[in-house]
């Protein structure tokens, strides 16, 4: 019987949101499904969350299509909320081709749709995994409802950002925030590069428009995350699954424990602006794609079925590094612009502002900053 890895991707989502915890109950029963499965689920219910940060990461870029005089510079932070479309929040196990007929392994699915993470904070369906074992029959391993959503459709992601004016109305931006410890080892860092370059210097109708400044635009943001987990085989003596004699007495076998997420996101888009004394119009049309990592690493119990249906937990089945998964978003492409319009207000040094990008994973985003042009 293949492996399980969903258990603990449903933990890390959990952990990224916030907002609940992991149903330590349910972990015994979910680890007995299939890996390929595994990976269909994980898609379906983490993809919007990912989507989400990814978005989040492509925004606060700018509050002017103007790009800083030489010497000149910014520091800003913005905070940006994704917000996660309705079609998103909901996924049909029906659909995801669960079990594995060739080894043995089924799978009935009851209920009519699932919640991703990001959907209400209810059971999702409910699966009932057989497996057929010689000379026994069909065993039912587990059945029990798919992880529940947080109740939030949207994503934060705050960014601190320098601009600095180059030659020919050029300008450079810098993100970076060092590691970030918040406790159960974990931490969180993201650093990022971004480039604007003005364009209406090159064609004589425009350059001759005053206020109006038409730019190129282009950035890079990487974020990575740490996250310090702790499941040891104890957790399944509550469930009714055996354990070996001298598994709970090593404890220190699965200290080792971790998520890492990766999430790294590029935008393009053309700009445009109207800079008046102390309020500036802006917006842009562009493109976004993100790509998001997740690893699970470390030793982790795992129970499996003996040839005679028992369900047992060893040292010798344990789960070593058990998930590496890219999900690639969808969200932002050549065919599918995304369109952003703000709001800049500067008192002196002083600048606020807000906008809203428009995609299939909209964004609002609102910064603070102090500005020299």
Known sequence: MKRNKFIYATIAILL????????????????????????????AYLSPYANGMGAALSTGWYNTAKPHKLGGFDITVSFNLAMIPSADQNYDANELELGDATNGLTVGVDGTDSPTAAGKNKEGQTLTYYQNMPFVGDVPIT???????????????PVLQVGIGLMKESELNFRYSPDMEWGN??????WGIGVK??????????NKIP?????????????????????????????????S?????????????EMVLDISNFTANILFSGDFKVICIYGGVGISTSKTNLKLKGNYPFP??????????????????????SIESSDGSATKP????????????????????YANYSVASAGLGISFR
């Open 185 to 190: 080892d974990s931490k969180i860092g993201l």
């Open 16 to 43: 990224i949101s916030g907002t609940i915890k992991a149903q330590f109950s349910q972990l015994g029963q979910i680890l007995s499904t299939g890996e390929d499965d595994a990976a269909k689920i994980l898609e």
């Open 304 to 325: 499996e079925v003996q040839t005679n249906g028992d369900v047992l937990v060893t040292e010798e089945s344990a789960l070593r590094d058990p998930i590496d998964i």
């Open 245 to 257: 004699n001298n598994i709970l007495e090593l404890p220190s076998y699965y200290d080792n424990q």
């Open 143 to 157: 059945s029990f409802n798919l992880p529940k959503g947080t109740g939030l459709a949207y994503s934060a992601m």
């Open 211 to 243: 206020v109006f400044d038409l730019t190129l635009q282009g950035g890079y943001t990487k974020m990575k995350s740490t996250v310090g987990l702790d499941f040891q085989p104890s957790a399944y003596v509550d469930m009714g699954v055996t354990t």
């Open 197 to 206: 370059h003005g364009i209406k210097q090159w064609i004589p109708a425009l």
């Open 338 to 357: 995304r369109f952003n319009a703000g709001l800049r207000f500067k008192f002196a040094v002083v600048t606020i502002n807000f906008d809203y990008t």
